[in-house]
């Protein structure tokens, strides 16, 4: 398995022309073409890879790495929330876990919803 879970990689284009070894390429997968995706869930026994952003299973060769943090991304500092990292097509915040039970913060669904309140 070439990505582990929490991996963001690129959705390869041309995924209609794509052999594929057990999974069916469908319209919601070649409308991500060219987007960033999150690693959600490993499947070892079949080579495959649920992403978040769509609950389609994928195979490694539907993807490109993604360099996080590589040049062009830029980080901000939040005095309250942490760091906020942007990078071409996906904004990822970071934040400790001591700021998190000060926040009260559990999960991803938490952090969207305060930021969304600011």
């Known amino acids: 398995m070439e990505y582990r879970v929490g991996?963001?990689?690129?959705?390869?284009?041309?995924?209609?022309?794509m052999h594929t070894r057990c999974?069916?390429?469908t319209?919601?997968?070649i409308n991500k073409e060219g987007a960033i995706a999150t690693i959600e869930r490993v499947d070892p026994n079949d080579n495959t890879y649920k992403i978040e952003e769509i609950g389609e299973w994928w195979e490694d060769e539907m993807f490109e790495?993604?360099?996080?943090y590589s040049?062009?991304?830029?980080?901000?500092?939040?005095?309250e929330y942490g760091e906020m990292h942007f990078i071409p097509g996906t904004i990822r915040l970071?934040?400790?876990?001591e700021r998190k039970?000060?926040?009260?913060?559990?999960?991803?669904?938490d952090i969207r919803k305060r930021l969304l309140n600011l």
């Open 7 to 17: 991996d963001k990689v690129r959705i390869k284009s041309g995924l209609n022309n």
């Open 65 to 68: 790495p993604v360099d996080q």
């Open 101 to 109: 039970n000060k926040l009260g913060i559990e999960s991803r669904k």
């Open 71 to 79: 040049s062009g991304g830029i980080v901000l500092s939040l005095k």
């Open 94 to 97: 970071v934040l400790s876990d």
């Open 23 to 25: 999974v069916s390429v």
């Open 27 to 29: 319209s919601r997968m």
